[in-house]
């Protein structure tokens, strides 16, 4: 296989030489209190579940715990496995990216929501993070193609 296939934002395929992808293993927090969910807004008004990229050397323990105080402020005491995703995608800071993504149910939170501890990148792109109700959340709120609603939604379940 020389290249792969992927939807962009806006759902158009494209088709990218595997040789240029970036590989970023990445894990994502969802945390639920009171039939809310809290999610992380974009500067474009896109919405995503608080996480990201594992660093070399980090577990993934660790690299939760990290993403979630950088981008909400908040610790937590356990977690479940909701799903784990594979994605091809674009960003401005990685290019073509190969994605794995490990989502968890986060229980035990303390502290409150807060956009204290961003990095420079984040401070750029990210505007505020929500409580936002389970009843109001639609796709809208994500890119296109996703599945963040469907996380949330296995979320809400367990």
Not at 103 to 122: A, H, V
Request: net charge neutral.
């Amino acid at each position: 296989m020389t290249h792969v296939i992927y939807d962009n934002k806006k759902g158009k395929k494209i088709r990218v030489n595997k040789d240029v992808l970036s590989f970023r293993p990445s894990v994502y927090g969802v945390i639920l209190k009171e039939n809310k969910v809290l999610l992380i807004k974009y500067t474009d008004g896109i919405y995503d579940i608080p996480g990201g990229g594992i660093e070399k050397g980090e577990t993934m323990d660790i690299a939760l715990k990290r993403e979630i105080f950088e981008e909400v402020g908040l610790e937590f005491e356990s977690k479940k496995i909701i799903d784990c995703r594979e994605n091809f995608f674009r960003t401005r800071s990685h290019g073509f990216t190969h994605s794995i993504r490990i989502y968890y149910l986060l229980s035990g939170i303390t502290g409150t929501p807060n956009l204290n501890n961003l990095d420079k990148y984040e401070q750029k792109y990210v505007e505020s993070v929500e409580w936002i109700s389970l009843d109001k959340l639609n796709n809208s709120f994500f890119h296109e193609n996703s599945k963040k609603l469907e996380i949330i939604q296995l979320a809400s379940e367990m």
